[in-house]
């Protein structure tokens, strides 16, 4: 009888354990649910101060093209060709352009989501850039804050610089 007695007490002790453990499992399932993916994984993008417009409206998939790099002038999007990607506004100049970018947006997006490539290199952090400072550097589309940072990866080792800024951006998203 005592034993039946622990075992059933045993078994009820049991019962309240796996009730708040599934009780936590569904309330981590509901919160999951309600919450953005943005808000759960979405890494920094460069936007202005007011607002989530990314790199300063510039039509990021209009660097890529030989006329852009030619002139080398960023060609300003539209709010009408407007993608919502990582949190943030990205401005296109035509439907082609926002179209190429919805469908591989990896592909597409500066390097550390057009934050400044050389403050980074400097551990100065994550550095708001406009999109009219800009070079590739092994066809990866970097973002500079100033034509000074731009020219400091010109002339100097920039593979180092990026190794870097890889680095350091790797830190940051992870925090």
């Not at 469908?103 to 999109?131: F, K, V």
Request: include cysteine; hydrophobic fraction near 40%.
């Amino acid at each position: 009888m005592q034993q039946t007695l622990m075992t059933m007490t045993l078994m009820k002790g049991w019962l309240v354990v796996g009730f708040w453990a599934a009780v936590q499992v569904i309330v981590a399932t509901v919160i999951l649910v309600i919450t953005p993916a943005t808000a759960l994984a979405a890494e920094p993008v460069s936007t202005g101060h007011w607002g989530k417009t990314a790199i300063g409206e510039q039509d990021t998939v209009a660097y890529h093209s030989a006329a852009v790099q030619q002139n080398h002038q960023a060609l300003r999007g539209s709010e009408r060709y407007r993608v919502s990607w990582q949190g943030a506004d990205w401005y296109f100049a035509s439907q082609a352009s926002a179209d190429k970018f919805r469908a591989d947006p990896q592909r597409y997006r500066p390097q550390y989501n057009g934050h400044c490539s050389n403050a980074l290199s400097l551990g100065e952090g994550l550095i708001a850039t406009d999109g009219t400072v800009w070079e590739f550097f092994d066809d990866q589309l970097h973002l500079f804050y100033a034509e000074r940072g731009r020219q400091r990866w010109l002339k100097g080792d920039w593979k180092h610089y990026r190794s870097q800024a890889d680095a350091a951006w790797s830190k940051l998203v992870a925090e």
